[in-house]
């Protein structure tokens, strides 16, 4: 018989519902086959064994055994060792005799009763369920994907045959255990069996200790309040949607009304509402999906009326609007799985203290106008007037954290900026200056430039039409490339109407301002609103940047003293509006004390310098001061009577430098280069500009000084070519200032100029290596660095986010660092390419000292809490990737968060109440984590307001700090601040970080502004990510100097 090549024959065996078989056979076979099989699923046969014979013997053996116990589904075929199946239906009448797995491939059937089949006995063991599986095969490097099937026990299948078929071995394959989880010795590493780098699974360092000790105890008030909860009391989590979609004022008088109509729903409990897609309820509804239809009247707005109070203004009409609303149950959970002692502690889950936060914004959220976390109201002191259409409101920040202590809630006070509520026109007359003439001159057009100014301060404002009564508001999308004049639109039946013809029709009013260009409010379609019949809605948030002027104005009004404060956030917690007042706390079992945690604190001895600095700095010397021999004056504007102050001021500079130790040239390399204002609108003209100086000066200058009229936009202009295209490093000034000529201002500029140039204010008396002797050596330096990620205003969707990287390239002083930057995706805040700015940075520290730091201590600015899992994964891996590239390069690294936007205070307790904490404050426990390592660090002299503590939290740690030790260090860094006279609030590398990463936003600014900025239409509409814009080299003069100070 000839061997036929093809022959196959395939089964599969379904869960519960019998067997689903294909079949490659011939003949006679298959029906026999199809036959049994039938017989077999109509239960005529109690089992089925089938002995697969084939005429190639290529080919090798499987055998499958089908019997009544085969309902449900084989495990792995990856493995010849099973589990039983505990949840079988149908248990086996008897227990079989020990199985027997194929170990070799042996023919189906003995030739003689003396051959015996090669088997290994099977460990496995069971009351229900066997399945064996077999089935190898030459063609196949993989066991192919076929159900498991039990082997048969029973000897009598197998019969004497003539003659047996030469079959290849079966590869059987190990079963592939698991790796136990296991916690490394180190404390941040937690690892499989393998103990591979790779299978590693970071985690936060814990705290190495029960907190510092040094320093001299201070007693201390912190602004978070206690939060009792009932750990068994449920919470029931239900999802709301409401058609139409409305704002959260609306969704809340929704489900008011919902409350006072239909209470047995809610089985008479009172739950809390986040105003969008989250209800909280301490008891179960009565369904699990419940649905209303609402019937409410909304407020509208018909007649032009003045912004006085967000809450106060009130509408003339009201207009019935009917919503569907639908509650579904999505999960119910209570705060027993929080476990508080030792190392098993378990913090309370997200859902859970999500759902405490929302109950306890209800009151303040119905009371006050709600913005992120904050919550603003007229009643805590009214509003303010900023200019330039915005007012300043006073309000209050609430959130709930898990500290030391428990539960607590964090309360402080804010202050925010928002539009004022008036027309459109008024708006844009106030914030730009322009149109104030339009009263006067109806038919005043807008030029192609103020076209541009208008477009980008109206884009994303929300208005309201006040030609008729609705409900509706409208977010801006732009303006209409048309004057009003000339605006067409189609009707419903397709038929064009000029927009002028149509307000006249159908509301009889007459558009005054025909000139000016339309709102446009649709992001597709031509949608169209006159500017003049249009007002810009309350508790809108300013968007954008706000101006000198009105932050100093904001600043103003939350710069109150410590007690002042306090005093505000006291009357918070026991006011109306405060989280403890309303019904909800009652209705879930809620306890908030309206009392200041108190706590012991400690003050750190501050470090002894080898050149001590007095307050005024009109006694101090640099410790390092350099040497400016070869620089120029550039005066850019000016009248004729600032520009005369210029001898005097250069006078005045030099002498200055030279009490500080620093020396600066008594002589320009030539006359002063007196330019135009208009200079900064021309990059080509300022390029040429400066190299015409630096031609002068023969390719040869050091410092350029620039002493403006006013400030300027195109100030980013001139730092970006003088520092790429140039190669020299510029300080600017203004003209308001020199004239002053105050001996404060001529000392600050000398200290930049000095940090600028590679000198430094100050050192440590003893160095780094001697304050933690334990881990730090003189003869083995370490690297600080620091990074920050900065990004555009929140409605730019176009520009790139810049990433700035800074490292120290001296030891053991540890003050000069330079600098790598890179543009990167839009609102990425993890650092793309930070394995090439760090390796460039290790490649800079290797040519300073011909040697490689044994430790990296990294501090990251502005990450938020929820980002740190992503951050420790993805840039801890990048730092080790730049350090794999030395070869057998291993240093130990510590990885630091350091956050300064947060609202933790800290006040004095005792007569001294008024007055801030001292510089050198740390708090380590009861408002810290409860585990993880981290700590508040008031660095820095409080002078104005109430000082805000730095909080730094150690996300890994390989040196294995302890906190006396790694707060000691933070702490002396601040003294070492290149262009200060004191310590400063945060560690200087995440300082110097920030300020490169604002130097890399400079920029590009001005080239996205050129191209259309967050402006352009395209912009809004784009599909995908938007290109990222890179950044200009930095020259080779100027990239190792800190330019950016």
Known sequence: MNPDPNPNLYFRVGSGSGLRVRVKCRGLHTLLLLLLLLLRLLRLLPSLSLFCFTSNPSLTLSVYYFSSSMEEKAQSHHTTRHTLNSKSRTPLLRKPPPLYHVHTNPPPFPSSPQQNLSLVPSNLHSSYYYYYYCFYSQFHNTLPSLPLLPLPTDQRFFHPMTKALPLTPVVERKHQQQPKTQVSEHRNIKVGSTGTATEAALVVAKRPDSGGHEGSVIYLLANHFLVKFDPSQKIYHYNVDISPNPSKEIARMIKQKLLETEPRSFSGAVPAFDGRKNIYSPMEFQEDRLEFFVNLPIPSCNTLMKCCDLREKLPQKKVDKLFRVNMRLVSKFDGKEQRKEGENWAPLPQEYIHALDVILRENPMEKCTSIGRSFYSTSMGGSKEIGGGAVGLRGFFQSLRQTQQGLALNMDLSIAAFHESIGVIAYLQKKLGLLKDLSRNKG????????????????????????????????????????????????????????????????????????????????????????????????????????????????????????????????????????????????????????????????????????????????????????????????????????????????????????????????????????????????????????????????????????????????????????????????????????????????????????????????????????????????????????????????????????????????????????????????????????????????????????LPNRIIFFRDGVSETQFKKVLQEELQSIKAACSKFQGYYPTITFSVVQKRHHTRLFRCGPDHDQNIPPGTVVDTVVTHPKEFDFYLCSHVGVKGTSRPTHYHILWDESEFTSDELQRLVYNLCYTFVRCKKPVSIVPPAYYAHLAAYRGRLYIERSSEANGGSMNPSCVSRVGPPKTIPLPKLSDNVKNLMFYC
């Open 444 to 851: 005043r057009e807008l030029s192609l430039e103020e076209r541009r100014e208008v477009e980008k301060e109206i884009k994303n404002i929300r208005v309201f039409v006040c030609h008729r009564e609705t409900v509706q508001r409208y977010r801006v999308y732009g303006l209409t490339d048309e004057i009003t004049e000339r605006l067409w639109f189609p009707d419903r039946d397709g038929k064009q109407i000029r927009l002028v013809s149509y307000f006249k029709d159908h509301y009889g009013y007459e558009i005054q301002f025909k000139n000016l260009p339309c709102l446009q409010i649709s992001r597709t379609r031509p949608c169209y609103l006159p500017m003049e019949l249009c007002m810009i809605c309350e508790g809108q948030k300013f968007l954008g940047k706000l101006s000198d002027d009105q932050a100093a104005k904001i600043m103003k009004m939350g710069c109150q003293k410590p007690n002042e404060r306090k005093a505000i956030i006291d009357n918070v917690m026991a006011g109306p509006v405060g989280p403890s007042s309303g019904t909800q706390t009652r209705e879930f079992n809620l306890e908030v004390s309206r009392e200041m945690t108190l706590l012991k604190g400690r003050i750190l001895q501050p470090p002894k310098l080898k050149h001590d600095r007095s307050r005024n700095l009109l006694e101090s010397r640099a410790f390092k001061g350099t040497r400016v021999e070869r620089w120029a004056l550039m005066s850019i504007g000016g009248s004729p009577d600032q520009k005369s102050t210029i001898p005097k001021f250069i006078n005045e500079l030099t002498q200055k430098c030279e009490h500080l130790g620093v020396f600066l040239s008594k002589y320009t390399l030539s006359s002063t280069f007196f330019e135009p204002s208009h200079i900064l609108n021309n990059t080509t003209l300022l390029e040429s500009k400066l190299k015409d100086i630096q031609r002068a000066a023969s390719n040869n200058l050091q410092l350029i000084i620039c002493v403006m009229e006013r400030k300027h936009k195109g100030y980013g202009d001139l730092k970006r070519i003088a520092e790429t295209r140039i190669g020299v490093v510029t300080q600017c000034c203004l003209y308001t200032n020199i004239t002053k000529l105050s001996s404060q201002f001529v000392s600050n500029l000398a200290l930049k100029i000095n940090a600028k140039i590679g000198g430094a204010m100050t050192e440590l008396y003893n160095s780094i290596p001697s304050h933690i002797p334990r881990l730090i050596r003189v003869d083995e330096p370490v690297i600080f660095m620091g990074a920050d990620v900065t990004h555009p205003h929140p409605f730019d969707d176009c520009s790139p986010s810049v990433a700035a990287v800074v490292g120290s390239i001296n030891w053991p002083e540890a003050n000069r660092h330079v600098s790598r930057m890179r543009s990167q995706t839009h609102r990425q805040e993890i650092i793309q390419d930070l394995d090439l700015m760090v390796k460039e940075l290790l490649d800079d520290f290797y040519k300073a000292l011909n040697k």
